[in-house]
């Protein structure tokens, strides 16, 4: 068993930071070390921002963005095409959109997909308020936005059988050869629906 070599204190941050995405054990006690070297720099600033954070983040009403206000930013941005909603399943899906700036439009976050085998049925996502906001009016186009999953596109089907009638025009994201790819590297599942999916030129 290894020995202990901090305090409590460093050892609750470390198990703290082990657990975001993307960091690890060892990570964790680099970003840690870090940290803890810059204490004034970043480790009071941080723990600041995070107690600001912890205070004032809320989950957006309307589409389910996360922001410091309700409705979000997006949601109130009269530069937006509110008649366009972009449906996404998480809110990073949301901000990797935005930072593509390929479209300016509103937003609905599913938060998550339909997966019977994890126990994930339609109530435990937002795709209700997402048929509400439709059934309203004023929305011209819904774009589902969904990773190309099975759990993707069982939640895009479902959704678009719900919609059906509610005078909406319904498209999905292009699937295929992305830009710059080359053939020979892609899977065959990619090409198929780059086949599938092919456009006049």
Do not use: F
């Not at 292009?174 to 080359?182: F, K, L, N, T």
């Amino acid at each position: 068993m290894a020995k202990r070599v901090t305090g409590p204190e460093i050892e609750k941050l470390i198990q703290l930071l082990a657990k975001v995405p993307g960091l690890g054990p060892r990570s964790a006690r680099r970003a840690a070390l870090h940290l803890i070297k810059k204490k004034d720099q970043l480790l009071g600033p941080l723990g600041h921002a995070m107690g600001e954070a912890y205070d004032k983040v809320k989950i957006c009403s309307c589409c389910g963005n996360v922001d410091t206000v309700d409705p979000c930013t997006v949601c109130t941005d009269v530069a937006r095409d509110q008649t366009v909603i972009i449906v996404v399943e998480d809110v990073s899906d949301l901000w990797a959109l935005e930072r593509a700036a390929a479209m300016n439009a509103a937003y609905h976050v599913l938060g998550g997909t339909l997966s019977p085998l994890d126990g994930i049925g339609p109530d435990d996502l937002n795709i209700k308020g997402l048929i509400d906001r439709v059934a309203k009016g004023g929305i011209r186009e819904i774009i589902i936005a969904v990773n190309a999953t099975v759990e993707g596109q069982t939640t895009a089907h479902y959704i678009t059988d719900h919609l059906t009638g509610l005078d909406v025009k319904i498209t999905r994201l292009a699937h295929g050869v992305p830009v710059g790819g080359e053939l020979d590297y892609l899977d065959e599942g990619t090409l198929s629906a780059a086949i599938r999916a092919r456009t006049a030129i």
